[in-house]
């Protein structure tokens, strides 16, 4: 079975740059129709007539995952959905001594709350339709922690907890529900860090010895969203480069 989603409907939010842009980019090449949402309206237009330059098909709509309506909204213009990519979101960081509520408050609210609320409204679509697919974008700082980042990691692990749940529940819908949990991909705003001392020691503990690159992603992505994962919901699928079996 093909890694293939021609005729498809995809929304992936989070879609104006990163991951988002570039999961976007590879459900259109494998023949999706893909709605690409962010809040900056400019940025998903401008990278939605980019994939229809190259013979893709792509829309735009304005979203903020944290208000109730903007979601209502652009699921609505986006169509009927049969995947949603779950990908906004924030990091946060700061020490967990110093962090303001407000700041934690923000994470879970983009992070969590904001997934909560995409899956659900693309989920009451799906039932209706006799099924689809959702990906949520998790972490291998879901399963794992660093420091710095105490409200990123607390709000993955608990993507990675109600991707369960939800596949649990909506499995009877006809709907999969899946997370991807990356490791240390590298793209132009990482870069910086991983040329310095501190990012360098950091590859060293990734057992493959290198970074992922956005294209390491492709297949896992295909595979969540595509009917050759048809049998596969609650999982959380690792791309880490062997990350996560590093020795502690």
Sequence with gaps: MKLD???????????????????AQVLAGAGAHVTLAA??????????????ATGGQAGAVALDVTDEGSVAQALDR?????????????????????????????VVGTNLRG????????ARGM???????IVNTASILGHRVAGQVVAYTATKAAVVQMTKAMALEWARHGIRVNALSPGYVETPLNAGFFAT????????????????QLEDLDGPLL??????????????????GGHLCSSL
């Design 127 to 133: 039932a209706e339709r006799g099924g689809g697919s």
């Design 78 to 106: 986006a169509g009927a959905v049969d995947i949603l990519v779950n990908n906004a979101g924030i990091t946060g960081e700061g020490a967990a001594l110093d962090m303001p509520a407000s700041s934690f408050d923000a």
């Design 115 to 122: 997934a909560f609320l995409m899956a659900q409204a693309a």
């Design 223 to 240: 595979l969540l969203c595509s009917d050759a994962g048809a049998y596969m919901t609650g999982h959380s699928l690792v791309v880490d």
């Design 39 to 52: 809040r900056r309206l400019d940025k998903v237009e401008e990278a939605a007539a980019d994939i229809r």
């Design 5 to 23: 989603v021609t005729g498809k409907r995809a929304l992936i939010t989070g879609a104006s740059s990163g991951l988002g842009l570039h999961f």
């Design 197 to 212: 001392d501190t990012g360098k020691a950091l590859i060293r503990r990734i057992p493959q010895r290198r970074l992922g």
